[in-house]
């Protein structure tokens, strides 16, 4: 048996991979978070199939459950919002896996980042705007942050910021970058992505903090701070040198 780690995207049960259908149809055992994973991916899982909603298990019991599974030879669907790559707890749980000899696997998916870029129709790269995404989060609901890792660092580079787990923070989040990103720099807030509750708001570091506590946000949420939000609107920026036609001897490079 297998504990397979899948991707289970931002909701959309379309937006799984072909491979993480294929594994969560195959699998007796689906291990899932009922905050952010619904019935429309579960109906992927086979009849009869045992579905266990983590969200209120701990690591002890999540693995109790894999090695459980390992036992009877029962494959395990461990499905992970987004991709299991960011803020899954992949490392803690395979750790734990690999000390009871149980194998494991992972899967990609679609991350809630990509599925919020896509969802307002913008690229978080613009040329000569913003060529680096910064993924991360804040600490004080949760681990902490290496001391390495500060907002403060992050917004010196004045990269497109993507904030986890933030949201109940927004405020002070949007205080904290003015001084870096400017009072009208864009931001994207988009809350249970491709899920029939999603809400997408539009807004600035000025405004935004005002429109997620009018919506009472507190969680499934992602937010997206930068200048490349914004740069279509102006049409103003570079095109990429890759891309770009070049004349030159009267034959196009491309």
């Not at 045992?50 to 036992?71: S, Y």
């Not at 690999?98 to 998916?109: K, M, Q």
Request: charged share 20%; glycine share 8%; net charge negative.
């Amino acid at each position: 048996m297998t504990v397979h780690f899948i991707g289970a995207g931002p909701g959309a049960a379309d937006l799984l991979t072909v491979r993480a259908v294929r594994l969560i149809a195959a699998a007796p055992v689906c291990l899932y978070a009922g905050t952010y994973i619904g019935a429309e991916v579960l109906a992927h899982c086979p009849e009869g199939a045992e579905l266990v909603d983590t969200q209120r298990l701990d690591l002890d019991a999540i693995t109790a459950h894999c090695l459980r599974a390992h036992e009877a030879g029962q494959d395990v669907a461990r499905l992970c919002s987004g991709d299991p790559s960011l803020y899954s707890a992949v490392a803690e749980q395979t750790r734990r896996l690999d000390r009871l000899g149980v194998p494991w696997d992972v899967t990609p998916g679609v991350p809630a980042y990509a599925a919020a870029a896509a969802l307002v129709g913008r690229e978080l790269t613009v040329p000569e705007v913003a060529q680096s995404v910064v993924l991360t989060r804040v600490h004080r609901d949760s681990t902490a942050m290496p001391s390495t890792e500060s907002l403060a660092h992050f917004a010196r580079s004045r990269a497109t910021l993507v904030l986890h787990l933030a949201i109940r923070h927004t405020r002070s989040l949007a205080a904290s970058l003015v001084g870096d990103y400017g009072a009208e720099c864009p931001v994207v807030v988009v809350a249970d992505a491709e899920r029939p509750s999603q809400l997408v708001l539009r807004g600035t570091l000025t405004d935004i903090a005002d429109q997620v506590e009018a919506a009472d946000l507190r969680q499934a949420a992602v937010i997206l701070v930068g200048r490349a939000l914004g740069a279509r609107d102006h049409d103003d920026f570079a095109e990429s040198h890759l891309y770009g036609t070049r004349i030159s001897g009267g034959r196009e490079n491309g």
